[in-house]
């Protein structure tokens, strides 16, 4: 006898609806959690596709400064691989005045961009490379 007026003594000091409040809480603290954490991985996300776009501009950069004859201030074509990945992306060469450069090497600035996703602002990545002359000193 003594074990069920225990029982009825249990349950007469615990609280009723506190599993619900409980569960409420979590609720609470999980929406809560989830509407710091999604904006803040999409942002990490951004970031990540515009370094991302910087890597591979500066390679495409490189590969069009190779095989660039040092007499054509004309911009080539992307690659095929580079602009299937980023359709709207564009190139440019401006050759630089031989007067910007101390030893006379003739130069290309070479430019990509891209209209950006985050508020509509343009992304560039540029690079000058500088071309050996015959007439440069050593």
Known sequence: MRHDSLNQIQRATQPRGILMTEALVAAILTGVLLALLVPSLTAIRRQRELQRFEALALVEINNQ?????????????????????????????????????????????????RSGEMNGTEQKVSLVVWYPSERAQP
Not at 93 to 105: F, I, R, V, Y
Request: proline fraction near 10%.
């Open 65 to 113: 400064a190779e095989f660039r004859p040092e007499t054509s201030a004309s911009p080539g074509k992307l690659s095929a691989w580079f602009q299937a990945r980023y359709p709207d992306a564009r190139l440019a060469a401006e050759p630089l005045e031989l007067a910007t450069n101390s030893l006379g090497l003739p130069g290309v600035r070479f430019t990509i961009a």
